[in-house]
Structure formats: C-alpha cells, structure tokens
C-alpha cells in the first residue's frame, strides 16, 4: 500500500448463507427399489432385435422431476440386471437415506433378448430367451438423486457409477444440465461455418442422401449408430 | 429394372452397432465439410483490457464494522493510530488496563473497514498509516502524556500518528504535546503576560517623583553632613 510494506495477511472474513433445503422431501423409500431380471408376465413370443430403440436421441425423461443430481446418458445401450444391481448397490451403499433418495427413472428390463447356444452352426430357428433388458437412448437420465446435499457431495459416486455403464454417461445437475444444453445451443448459432450437415441434407445437396440414410434428417450428423457425437454441432 | 436399395443391407452390418462402424467416404467427406468452426473476432479476447472483476456484494457484517468506528470517531477527542505486533495475552491486558486508567481505549481495526471510514471523512491525511496491524487508541480526553507513558514501556505498540482535538500529529508532535503544560497553566501564562505591560504602567508613572524624591533625599544628606551646624533649609514638602 502506500507509504508502507504491505505484509499480506486475510481480510474480513466473508460468512456465505448455508444453502437452503426448505422446499425438499424425502419420500418414505428414499433407497432405489428393487427392479426385477424378468418381468412379472415373462413374454412367451420371443421378440425382434428393433435396434431403433437405442439409436438417436431420447424423447422421454430428458428432465429433471423429483431430484438435483442425476446421471445423463450420452450414449445409446441396454441396461441389463446385473447393471441395475450395481447401480441399485452403489448408490445405496453412498447416500444417506434419512437425507437423500434416489428415484430410478428407466423401467425395469422388458425387451426379451435371445442367445444361440455357443459353438453351433447358423440356422435351427431363433435362439431362446436369454434375458431381459431395458433400451436407454443418449440424453436421457438413468437415475436421479436428491436430498440435502450438494452436487461435490454426490459426483464422485455418480461418476463411478457412470464410468460402469455400457454406454458413456455423466453425472449432472440441473444447473449442469441447464449449462450443457445452454452451450449447446450457443455452438449450434454462433458457428461460422455456412454448411450444416442439416442444411446439406434437407437439401439433398450433390445428392447426398443416396450415401446417408433418411434417418439422418432427424439425426443431423450427431448421431452414428447408437453413438452420439459431441463435437458435432 | 431398377433394383430397390434394400440390396445394400446385404453386406456388412446393420445401422445401430456395438463397433464403431466405417462410415462411406462421402458421408466421411460430408461430416469433415460441415465440422464446427468458432468464431474469430477480429481482436483476440486477450488482447484487449482485462475486464473489471465482479463488484464485491456489500458485505453486512463490514457495514456494521464502519458504523461501529464511525460512531467511535466521532465521540472520541484523541484518536492515536498504533502499529501492533504480536504479543503476549497477558501483556496486552496488562496494557488495557493501564490505559483504562486513563480512560483510553484501545481498538482492533480492520485495514479495509478503516480504509472506507477514513476515505469519507475529514481524517484523509492518516491513510497511510493503515498498512499493517493496528490498533487505535481512542480517548474522549487528550492525555497525550499518560499514553506516550504507558506506550514507552511496551516496545511492541509502536506510536504512528495521531488526531488530538481535529488536529493530525505525527509521533513528533505528539511527544511535543505532551511536553506542553496543561491549559490552566497555559491560559495563566498568557493572562501574565497579556498584564505583564499594565502591571508596569504603575512603576513607570511614579518613575519620575521617585528618581526626584531621591534625589532630593541625596542633597538634604549632603546638605547635612556639610554643614552640620547650619540650620537645614526649608524643604517643599514633597507631593
């Protein structure tokens, strides 16, 4: 300072508000239920592989309902039994039941998938029922996690458990969320390149369309397969 | 004929794969084509100024600091600003208490709250002085000598400066204030001296029928030792 030798030392000391938790209930099962490997009334018709239910993005359960914290799935993939199993364990191994919960938000496996016995030649008919899974599209929340606490509380659990998905996920907030889809959409106005991949399509430009498929035009280019590309804009 | 384009699923795999399936070249074309490109400005963000941090939000508890020291300031006659440097608990109460005694008050202040404070009011001239720990030593009376006594013997409150009566001192003027004597006997000096010059005109008025009254004196004794027969004459009686 002036006139002086500042010797460095802390100022006045800036209290900050606990955070408010007056508007959060905890239900009366705050653990995650128990979610069967077959259902109730097994499918006794064995079903067609419908790939579709794992490609582009999700239409259902994108948003937040009842938690904070939650895990986002970036990725299309099936979540089988032993999946919820550790999802289920994880998660109710880390949180505090009489101050958080967690709510799935993806059924309970439905989709009958069948399995050939191994080491046999092709044909014979379609193979038995080998298991059931649930079909999670990218951009939809597989678990929510709520309760009086804070998201440096909850990430690290929800990272493990993410990284043990068969498709790439993501521990989010709302606020995390709100940023990500906010970011996105800022990528998506201020991009100086004047070819979209929409615009390309849409259009049929040079006839692209004879080397794409025609679910690219609800697609974009964001999505490959049951990949969803996160650079692309 | 024209064959439908379904006969293009019969090699390779279906859409939706668990590997990352090879993409044709056009569409490989297309995807690098239509890739995100950021804006460019025309000046890059790091050349231009840094922006401003953002407001500090006005803190309660500072604003009950400032009003605190404000309210001191201003009902106190003697503020004496003092460097501080760690020192005993007992020695620092020791030092309250004698300071107490003379019904000065010692006070822990914060640089930035008496930065604000000064900032505002008259006392501008001492914010230099608020650079490290200080205390200040307030007082409604200025007994500038007891305080420099008592700061004499604690080598580790050292005196900066002070504001006796809307005056600001240094340590120098200070330690002169207190060799001042009080201001009875001020006020009793000047009075002499205002009626050192009355008190004469006394003394000068009756200066010339003394100095003829002595002399006068002086020849009657020459008068008589000279002649000690002759008769003294006559003298006008003196007025």
């Known amino acids: 300072g002036p006139g002086g030798v500042a010797v460095p030392r802390a100022g006045l000391k800036k209290w900050t508000l606990p955070p408010d938790y007056s508007g959060i209930t905890i239900p009366e099962k705050p653990k995650l239920k128990f979610m069967d490997k077959v259902p109730a009334v097994p499918k006794v018709r064995r079903e067609p592989r419908r790939l579709r239910d794992i490609r582009g993005p999700s239409q259902v359960d994108t948003d937040f309902t009842q938690g904070q914290y939650g895990i986002l799935a970036l990725g299309g993939g099936y979540l089988h039994w032993g999946h919820f199993e550790m999802i289920r364990l994880t998660i109710g191994r880390s949180i505090d039941p009489k101050s958080m919960f967690a709510v799935w938000r993806v059924p309970a496996p439905y989709k009958s998938v069948t399995r050939k016995s191994l080491g046999h030649r092709m044909g014979g008919g379609k193979g038995p029922i080998d298991r059931y899974v649930t079909a999670v599209k990218s951009g939809r929340l597989v678990v929510e996690v709520g309760g009086r606490c804070e998201f440096g509380e909850v990430r690290p659990f929800l990272e493990r458990v993410a990284q043990k998905l068969p498709f790439p996920a993501v521990a989010v907030s709302r606020e995390s969320l709100q940023e990500m889809r906010r970011e996105e959409e800022q990528r998506r106005l201020d991009n100086q390149n004047p070819w979209t991949f929409e615009r390309v399509v849409t259009s049929n430009m040079l006839g692209m369309r004879k080397y794409l498929s025609p679910y690219d035009l609800q697609l974009k280019g964001r999505y490959w397969g049951k990949f969803f590309l996160k650079h692309r804009v | ?239």
């Open chain 2, 1 to 239: 004929g024209w064959l439908p384009a379904l006969q293009l699923l019969r090699r390779g795999s279906k859409a939706v794969t668990r590997h990352w399936k090879a993409a044709h070249f056009q569409r490989q074309k297309l995807l690098a084509l239509t890739e995100y490109l950021p804006p460019r400005p025309a000046l890059p963000p790091r050349c231009l100024p840094r922006p401003a941090p953002p407001q500090q939000q006005e803190d309660g508890y500072a604003r009950v600091l400032r009003a605190q020291l404000e309210a001191t300031l201003r009902a106190s006659r003697m503020v004496a600003v003092c460097q501080y440097n760690a020192m005993a608990e007992e020695d620092m109460a020791t030092l309250r208490h004698f300071l107490r005694r003379h019904n000065i008050h010692v006070k822990f202040v914060l640089n930035e709250v008496a930065r604000a404070v000064l900032a505002q009011s008259r006392l501008q001239n001492l914010l230099p002085l608020f650079v490290c720990r200080n205390i200040l030593l307030v007082s409604p009376e200025p007994r500038a000598r007891e305080m420099l006594r008592v700061l004499r013997g604690v080598p580790q409150v050292n005196l900066l400066g002070a504001c006796i009566d809307d005056t600001i001192l240094s340590r120098q003027g200070v330690e002169n204030l207190a060799r001042l004597p009080s201001l009875e006997v001020c006020q009793g000096q000047t009075v002499a001296a205002l009626s050192l010059l009355p008190s004469q005109t006394c003394s000068l008025l009756q200066r010339g029928p003394a100095h003829l009254a002595a002399l006068l004196e002086q020849h009657i004794r020459r008068l008589r030792g000279a002649g000690g027969a002759a008769e003294p004459p006559p003298g006008p009686g003196t007025a």
